[in-house]
């Protein structure tokens, strides 16, 4: 963390739909919340750190797994754009009806802990680098069948407000 911010989360990220909007997966990130952290498990026993949340350690017999909060800076690790629509069952915030929009999907590392697989707030190759410093952001994701607004979490460039 680099110390406290002089405004409230929602008050700089004025374009989202409000406070009011539902998590896209419940689980991943707390919200609402000023600041943000996606939700992370880490073995007591062994260290290991995993997200999402799992209940088991991948990397030893513990099953004992304490809940943590990520990191909200990390650098890209690997990404990639994602060119076509996916093959069922895809889930996003596309109108079906409507022309594919290009995204790009990364490996965010948060600290020596663990790697994120995440959408990107970016979609443009050029723009994007190995090693870069990214941030956690809370972004429209579309709506439920009910019309309610959703929101997921992705990774931008740090310091490059959208
Ligand atoms: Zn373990």
Known sequence: MTGPRPTGY???????????????????????????RLIGSRCPVCGVTTFPVQT???GCPSRE??????????????????????????KGPEDPERD?????????????AVRVESRLTVSDP???HIGMEMELRIVPFGTDGEGNA?????????????
């Open 10 to 36: 929602a008050a700089r990220h004025s374009t989202l739909p409000g406070m009011a909007a539902i998590p896209f997966t419940e689980g991943l990130f707390t919200w609402p919340a000023d600041e943000p």
């Open 56 to 58: 088991s350690c991948p």
């Open 65 to 90: 797994m304490e809940e943590v909060l990520l990191e909200t800076h990390g650098t890209l690790w690997t990404f990639t754009t994602q060119e076509f629509r996916p093959k069922e069952p895809y």
């Open 100 to 112: 594919w929009q290009r995204y790009g999907v990364g490996y965010i590392e948060l600290g020596d």
């Open 126 to 128: 050029t723009k994007l």
């Open 150 to 162: 959703l929101v997921n979490f992705a990774f931008a460039p740090a310091g490059i407000e959208h």
